[in-house]
């Protein structure tokens, strides 16, 4: 609830300065205003041309003819936005150059126009959510907005291609001075692995491995096989040799037939017939025509080579080489021609041993070779498949970047060209009155606050009370109708000398007149049978406070209830109480403090209650008057002759009469003006009154500006012009029906 009031009373503060400073406010307000509407009436209409582009990834329909998609967008940082790259690469200097050069855009001063210039009025900004980007150009000519907008969209396409094509281009230059030396390298492995399979003829090495793992293996059965047979034949040799007796002829017959050519001849093509058909068996079927072909070579190489061993058996027979016992008799002879078949049988299977393990022997140091081999022509291979490998990617690709080069394509798309805003862009006369406003009223609440910081016046009861910590006997309200005789602008500049105004006589009625009354009636509620109040100081903290006026009217309001009460103008340097009366000012208070004269010549009967006695001449001492045991006699003595004495005296910050008169008196009453006193002012006037340890009845708070509240409901009493109350133009107190002091 206390924060609730808090809030109230700074609101209430606030108001009450806004009231107060209102015209500072306005005219800051209306000149802020003032300024941007001319500002925008001034100003050149502004048009803002737009063209809408769509970044992509690219998506090239050639790609099945082996063309690639270049330009892609790819963000390299984790923060970075293709888009935003994109945004700045039309802003970059080169494009905007050629944006100026080509259209020769000027400033105000006929040179080209500045890029920083045509930075400022240029716009790019991404369309949220979307990966379309806008363009757009400020100017005052419509048409150029247009031209520049779609121009820059133009360079900046072109600009994405070109950049675009120098990458593919870049990259097939690169790749047709690398693939001679690829394809030079593949060249030389090729001649390198010919060479190595001629120099070992190897025609398919994996095949060769297994097909001469079979082979030995045939081969080492057929040589068992040989071995055996031969050893059959030379069996069966043996037994015909020691049938026919011959042994040492046979041995020079075995001689014969080795050293005969023909049948060596014989001999060897049947070898070499053995051997292949050895071969041939181990790769082919046994019923395929070349074995049955190598098979009849064989057979008939044996028919030849037993005839051609009978030969020579003839010539040994002729020649007597023989024995005789193998020319005689058929069953001889049957033995010999079964002798001569052994001999040749054995003569064939000894061949055929011979190159069965030539063959073996042949076979097993081509397998010892095999593994080196193969390591070797693998290593060639290897280096070849990756040469390959090199060669093909290195064609296929420089196959799509021929094909990508010679194509128009970006990853920009035209949505939008360059189109005009309907309504020119700027000023915007409503927004800018909006922004006038809000300026102005910004500029006001500054004007306002700084008015009131440098005014030190006091404004408000709140803050005078707080200064002077003194009670308030009563607030007499602002006199509106003599500020405006007066021509004053404020309360604070109305001087009260100029039409001094003794309302409780001309208003009595009034409610200037009721706040007389009310602070006459608090100084009787202060006063006690022990300390009874009569003798009154009135003073203030500083001139035009008002307080001659206030002294005046106190008096009539003391008087018109019947008490008598002597006024007395005690301010000896600027003396007011003869002007608000219209009074001689001839003798007066100096004379009776200097020349001791007889009060009775100095002292002015203004009715039947009230007397004045004016200050007199302008004395060169004041304080010397003043301080002096004769004022204080002079006091007593009035004690006795008047209920009240009222002394009108100096402002405190301006001498201390009003401090060293107070001695004789029985209080005093500071008069204190808002708008008039300020916070050094009242903090010297409270310091005095502290330092002369006088008794300070209260203040009189003057010239305060009210709205609503209790006055407005007796308006209709105090506008009447109750005359009842007034008999000559002055009070009479029977008729007031209540004894007010």
């Known amino acids: 609830m206390q924060a609730l ?128 980007l806008q363009v757009s150009y400020r100017s005052t000519d419509p048409k150029q907005a247009v031209a ?25 230059e690169f790749i047709e001075r690398k693939l001679p030396d690829v394809t030079e390298q593949l060249r030389a492995l090729d001649r390198q692995i010919r060479s190595f399979k001629e120099t070992y003829g190897i025609v398919d090495l994996p095949t060769e491995q297994v097909e001469s793992v079979k082979l030995k293996s045939l081969i080492t059965r057929d040589l068992a096989q040989a071995q055996g047979s031969l050893a059959t034949a030379q069996a069966r040799a043996s037994g015909l040799s020691q049938q026919v007796g011959m042994s040492i002829n046979l041995a020079r017959f075995s001689n014969a037939v080795s050293q005969s050519k023909g049948v060596q001849s014989v001999l060897d093509q049947y070898q070499q017939v053995e051997a292949e058909l050895a071969v041939a068996r181990t790769e082919l079927q046994s019923d395929h025509p070349k074995i049955k072909t190598l098979e009849e070579q064989l057979t008939e190489l044996n028919a030849i080579l037993r005839e051609r061993v009978r030969e020579v058996a003839q010539a040994s027979r002729k020649g007597g080489s023989l024995p005789s016992n193998l020319q005689t008799g058929a069953t001889e002879q049957q033995l010999v021609d079964s002798f001569i078949n052994a001999e040749v049988e054995r003569l064939a299977l000894s061949s055929q041993v011979a190159s069965l393990t030539r063959t073996q022997q042949t076979y097993q140091q081509r397998m010892n070779t095999l593994p080196k081999l ?132 001309n208003q009595p009625n009034s409610q200037l007149s009721e706040a007389y009354r009310t602070l006459q009636a608090n100084l009787k509620f202060l006063s006690s049978p022990d300390h009874p109040i009569r003798t009154i100081v009135v003073t203030s903290s500083r001139p035009q406070e008002g307080k001659s006026t206030v002294s005046a009217n106190l008096a009539l309001a003391i008087a018109e209830l019947g008490h008598k009460v002597l006024l007395i103008d ?53 304080l010397l008057l003043l301080d002096s045991q004769h004022i204080a006699s002079l006091i007593d003595k009035f004690r006795t002759i008047y209920d009240y004495v009222l002394i009108d005296t100096p402002p405190i910050t301006v001498a201390v009469d009003a401090l060293v008169v107070s001695k004789v008196a029985d209080g005093i009453v500071v008069v204190v003006r808002p708008d008039v006193t300020d916070s050094n002012t009242a903090n010297a006037a409270r310091e005095a009154l502290v330092k002369s340890n006088q008794r300070v009845l209260g203040l009189a708070v003057n010239g305060v500006t009210r709205s609503g509240g209790s006055y407005h409901y007796y308006d209709g009493y105090y506008s009447s012009g109750n005359d009842d109350t007034m008999a000559n133009g002055k009070a009479v107190p029977e008729k007031l029906g209540m004894e007010r002091l």
Not at 440 to 454: M, P, Q, T
Not at 581 to 597: C, Y
């Open 5 to 132: 009031e808090d809030d109230r009373i700074d609101l209430g503060k606030y108001l009450t300065i806004l009231k107060r400073r209102w015209l500072g406010g306005a005219i800051a307000f209306g000149s802020i205003l003032s300024l941007v509407i001319a500002y925008t009436l001034l100003q050149k209409p502004v048009y803002q041309a737009e063209g809408i582009l769509l970044l992509k990834e690219s998506d090239n329909p050639l790609a099945a003819m082996g063309a690639t998609n270049v330009g892609n967008l790819v963000a390299l940082g984790g923060k970075s936005s293709p888009i935003d790259t994109e945004a700045q690469i039309i802003r970059s200097i080169p494009l905007v150059k050629e944006v100026i050069t080509t259209l020769q855009l000027k400033d105000s001063q006929g040179q080209l126009l500045r890029p920083e210039a045509f930075l400022d009025s240029l716009g790019i900004n991404n369309i949220r959510g979307t990966d379309l």
């Open 148 to 172: 520049i907008v779609d121009l820059l969209i133009k360079v900046y396409k072109r600009n994405n291609i070109l950049t675009n094509r120098l990458e593919t281009t870049n990259s097939r």
């Open 374 to 505: 193969e390591q070797w022509l693998g290593e060639l291979e290897r280096r070849r498949v990756v040469a390959q490998t090199v060669y093909e990617g290195l064609l296929k690709t420089l196959q799509s970047l021929q094909i990508s080069e010679q194509q128009n394509a970006g990853n920009v798309r035209l949505i939008q060209s360059a189109t005009l805003s309907d309504e020119p862009v700027s000023p915007k006369l409503l927004l800018n009155l909006i922004l006038g406003t809000v300026l102005g009223s910004l500029g006001a609440i500054i004007v306002i606050f700084i008015l009131e910081s440098k005014d030190k016046t006091l404004k408000s009861l709140e803050e005078i009370q707080q200064y002077f910590d003194y009670v308030i006997l009563t607030t007499i309200p602002f006199d509106k109708a003599a500020a405006i005789a007066n021509k004053a602008f404020k309360p604070a500049q109305q001087l009260e000398r100029a039409t001094p105004q003794l309302y409780l006589r």
């Open 570 to 622: 005690a301010d000896l340097r600027l003396p007011l109480q003869h002007q608000i009366w219209e009074l001689p000012n001839a003798t007066g208070l100096t004379h009776l403090l200097a020349d001791n004269l007889n009060p009775s010549k100095c002292i002015h009967q203004e009715s039947d209650n009230l007397d004045i006695l004016t200050a007199g001449p302008r004395a060169p001492n004041p």
